[in-house]
Nanobody
Framework: QLQLVESGGGLVQPGGSLRLSCAVS????????IGWFRQAPGKEREGVSC?????????GYADSVKGRFTISRDNAKNTVTLQMNSLKPEDTAVYYC???????????????????WGQGTQVTVSS
């Protein structure tokens, strides 16, 4: 079993930055990718970014965050970080990290590929 704990959410003004962290503990052979997803009120959960756990460390980003968000991992600390810059009001949501399986060695932003989920952290972008 895996446990994932998100941190770093909060309130930020438009144009500002936040850094989310996902701490992963436990052990399982069932995952080789970490993804960040978000869900705004009244909307479906959507993929934001992902990174594979394999040596190639493939990454993926939703079109809406490309060029603004950067995902990275620290294997020594078992953490995955999402650096979010140039935040917009439409980025407001609860952000979740999740552990799951890649597809042909590449991570994908499909929720059903992720079996383990954190509790989420709120990100609010507002003036």
């Amino acid at each position: 079993q895996l446990q994932l704990v998100e941190s770093g959410g909060g309130l930020v003004q438009p144009g500002g930055s936040l850094r989310l962290s996902c701490a992963v503990s436990g052990f399982t052979l069932d995952y080789d990718a970490i993804g960040w997803f978000r869900q705004a009120p009244g909307k479906e959960r959507e993929g934001v970014s992902c990174i594979s756990s394999s040596g190639g460390s493939s990454t993926g980003y939703a079109d809406s965050v490309k060029g603004r968000f950067t995902i990275s991992r620290d294997n020594a600390k078992n953490t995955v970080t999402l650096q979010m810059n140039s935040l917009k009001p439409e980025d407001t949501a609860v952000y979740y990290c999740a552990a799951g399986r890649s597809l042909f060695g590449r991570c994908v932003l499909v929720p059903r590929m992720y079996a383990y989920w954190g509790q989420g952290t709120q990100v609010t972008v507002s003036s």
